[in-house]
């Protein structure tokens, strides 16, 4: 679906937030179960600044629901927080890093390899690594899945509790936050730093941005929000690209758009950029005017409040494979991109029961292997090689057809 206009958004948005203001409210907060965790562990280690990982995740998240008009995240780059945190990366490393997968996202942009992505990677496949990505969160959360978690003030409430029970504790500890206005500052890398940024925690962060931050999330939207214009995979390339080109050289965590952050949001009741707007302000207003004081405030913020919200965005991310064999998903009655020239054939609104089982069984071993291994990398290989292995015997009979009619020469 073609993106809409600055001025259809900005209705949208308007409209969205002056009718159900609670529920984007609530869903602005749907995400911090993963974003707090992660800046918190960063910031403990002098790794970023907490108040520019604010301050600039805020000016992102404000222009992402202005120009996108969904509720898209801004979150931490997973894969390069777990490497920083466990090798304490010193704040060149981690900016080096963080650079390093947007200067290779823009270039994906621009030359048109995500839309290739796009148009060649299997609906169970995509459906595999969003569905392995909620298992994942489920698994890391807690063994109790909260099923019946459903309307939106959930989140306000889980929050709210929260943050009462952080302060109550911060103030028995005695550090509760003061007023501590913004001193920016520059970080540049130095060559060792850009050597171990890039290569130890840069690359294994590009198939996770790639295939989860750009590619999943634009089927997601899609899914979650058919009646909303979907921004292409282009324009979610080059979003990410600029908050990492930009943000790291002042202290800010590296962050990119994530499938998980777009369900957990859309859980708790966003359904429009507006929700996203509003955490920016929220973040905006905190980090310029207390800053580094938050850290001891937030460290005693109950875990097990942000688990519940992690929890139910993996319950949503879960439930987006239930589309799978239904007209819901996007290339039910499409042409199958990966089967080439004139072997290409229409799937058909209606699936045969040998070809519904041939899709549960992309996305089930696609999500088996990215949980097993912990690895979305590793579950989409896992997923394409299972696609395409579904594929040889229909490219052998049609070889062997061609041999016959003497189209084949050796």
């Not at 688990?307 to 009655?333: F, K, P, Q, W, Y």
Request: charged share 10%.
């Amino acid at each position: 679906m073609a993106h809409g206009t600055f001025r259809e958004i900005t209705t949208h948005n308007l409209r969205t937030f002056k009718h159900h203001y609670v529920s984007e409210i609530s869903g602005s907060l749907g995400d911090l179960g993963t974003f707090l965790p992660i800046a918190i562990a960063l910031a403990i280690n002098d790794t970023v600044s907490l108040s520019s990982t604010l301050i600039f995740s805020g000016i992102f998240n404000i222009l992402t629901g202005l120009f996108f008009g969904i509720p898209l995240p801004v979150q931490p780059m997973k894969a390069i927080a777990a490497v920083a945190i466990a090798r304490s990366f010193s704040n060149g490393t981690i900016a080096a890093a963080g650079a390093f997968v947007g200067i290779c996202i823009f270039i994906f942009s621009i030359t048109g390899l995500l839309r290739w992505f796009t148009d060649v990677i299997p609906i169970p496949v995509i459906k595999g690594i969003q569905v392995g990505a909620g298992l994942s969160l489920i698994i890391s959360s807690g063994a109790k899945i909260l099923s019946s978690l459903g309307w939106v003030p959930y989140a306000l409430i889980v929050f709210a509790v929260g943050l009462v029970f952080a302060i109550i504790c911060s103030a028995v500890a005695g550090s509760l936050p003061s007023f501590e206005f913004w001193h920016p500052y520059t970080v540049v890398p130095t060559g060792h730093q850009w050597r171990v940024g890039a290569l130890d925690a840069g690359i294994g962060q590009l198939p996770l941005t790639t295939l989860n931050s750009i590619v999943a999330v634009t089927h997601l939207a899609h899914d979650l929000l058919p009646g909303v214009p979907t921004p292409s995979t282009t324009h979610i390339g080059l979003s990410v690209a600029g908050m990492n080109i930009i943000g790291v050289w002042f202290g800010a965590m590296p962050v990119c758009h994530g499938s998980g952050g777009l369900a957990a949001q859309y859980r708790f009741g966003a359904r429009s950029g507006s929700s996203v707007v509003f955490l920016g302000v929220l973040k905006l207003i905190i980090g310029i005017f207390f800053g580094e004081s938050l850290v001891g405030l937030l460290k005693q913020f109950p875990s097990s409040m942000l688990g519940i919200m992690v929890i139910a965005a993996g319950l949503e991310l879960v439930s987006v494979g239930e589309s799978l064999n239904t007209s819901g998903a996007r290339d039910i009655g499409k042409p199958d991109s990966l089967i080439i020239g004139d072997a290409a054939r229409d799937a058909g609104p209606v699936l045969t029961d040998e070809e519904r089982k041939r899709r549960w069984t992309v996305m089930m071993v696609t999500v088996g292997l990215l949980v097993g291994f912990k690895n979305d990398a590793v579950g989409f290989l896992a997923g394409m090689l299972c696609h395409w292995a579904y594929k040889l015997p229909a490219l052998y009979e049609k070889a062997k057809s061609r041999w016959s009619e003497g189209r084949i020469r050796m």
